[in-house]
């Protein structure tokens, strides 16, 4: 039986793959993609631009004319792993081109490593271009290098992320995104659905939409009206939604009014799905953290939501063992799990990210002391998620085809985000199945985050 890894990380995309084969003496960029899903999104724009300019993509170090690694920062363990990716593939191909998150920092690169070629920071496409150009001159074959429609993605073609905006204007003190991604900056609507619509015409079937905080989406253009579109998360579900494809909201804060998107869900409009990252539940705690919706009763708004929409799957992230965390508000946490019966959890142990003010803040707690709380939540959070499959055995679920081998086909429900969370597999008559078909199975078996089913 297909099983997922027990350290599966829900910060940590896997390292995107890419296969495209160039012809001969086309100019050719390798790229290694490192970070969450928006980083992901930002590699796929710079290869599309790569690909509408002639260049061709290289699955391998070897192949490429020049490497591009697009990195993370965010954790001190994400830099540490960018860096080790930077020297790879400097011992591997050694014309190197860094950008992402970590490239607003680029002392700290050419510090460990002065010779990659440039560094730029994240969304700085025109730069990342410039210097592919100034390293690997493009050589445009407009007979062959036609731009696909959809433009060249890194995930798989049945779902794609779909980015609605850049930067945050929140302040959370363990968080340094809105110094390396600046203050909220939307797409107008009418960009997003554009593209959205293109996906699917490409064959997409399901859009993850993903920014630093989606509940805020359209805020800083005041939620205007752009070709009849307003740039409001209401306005644009409700249009991604009638695209036809499965919508996902990742990113989205636990605000009163996000109480307006749970009757989309209920509708099948989109789906029954929130990824929220709560990070804890004392109202000390979320102070100290300076979290947005700090103040807010989540418990009372996740009890509404589930009026509305007793189907909704609820994803969210924690940290445990931030600066000053007692054991009663670690308690709180707990018991807060208890009552919310969350389906899906992520939780990190703090950690000290340079440059976040949550360093400066008093009573730090010990090494020991942030394990034994993280298994203590784990152990609760794995209790309620293997208690919550188990209800779904012998009922009838749509589930989306990811990937098919010789073992079973790897599925997802509708409650189940790609990389993230857990998968359903069916492992009997599933021959006929490819990547991206939507079926009907019977679930027959639950594990502790994964389901097995079998098609009816
Ligand atoms: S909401 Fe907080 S954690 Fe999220 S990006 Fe903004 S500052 Fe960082």
Known sequence: MTTNPPDLRPDLAPRAKIGDTPRPGQPTIGMVSLGCP???????????????EGYGISP?????????????GFLDSAKAESLDAIGEALSENGRVIVTGCLGAEP??????HPKVLAVTGPHQYEQVLDAVHGAVPPAPDPFVDLLPASGVSLTPRH???????????????????????????????????REAERLVEAGVKELLVISQDTS???????????????THIDDLARELGGLGAWVRLHYVYPYPRVRQLIPM??????????????????????KRMARPAAGIRTLDEIAAWRDICPDITLRSTFIVGYPGETEEEFQTLLDWLDEAQLDRVGCFQYENVAGARSADLPDHVAEDVKQDRWDRFMAKAQAISEAKLAQKVGQRIEVIVDEVDAEAATCRTKGDAPEIDGNLFIDEGFEALSPGDIVTVEVDEAGEYDLWGRLV
């Open 38 to 52: 928006k980083a992901l999104v930002d590699s796929e724009r710079i290869l599309t631009r790569l690909r509408a």
């Open 216 to 230: 805020a989406y359209g805020a800083d253009r005041k939620h205007d009206t752009e070709r009849g579109i307003r």
């Open 265 to 286: 869900m209920a509708e099948g409009l989109i789906l029954p799905y929130l990824d929220i990252p709560f990070q804890h539940a004392h109202p000390e705690t979320l």
């Open 107 to 112: 002392e700290y690169i050419t510090g460990a």
């Open 60 to 72: 391998d170090y070897k192949g490429a004319d020049a490497v591009i690694v697009n990195t993370c």
């Open 159 to 193: 779902y794609s992320y779909l980015k609605i905006s850049e930067g945050c204007n929140h302040r959370c003190k363990f968080c340094i995104i809105p110094d390396m991604r600046g203050r909220l900056v939307s797409r107008p609507a009418h960009a997003v659905v």
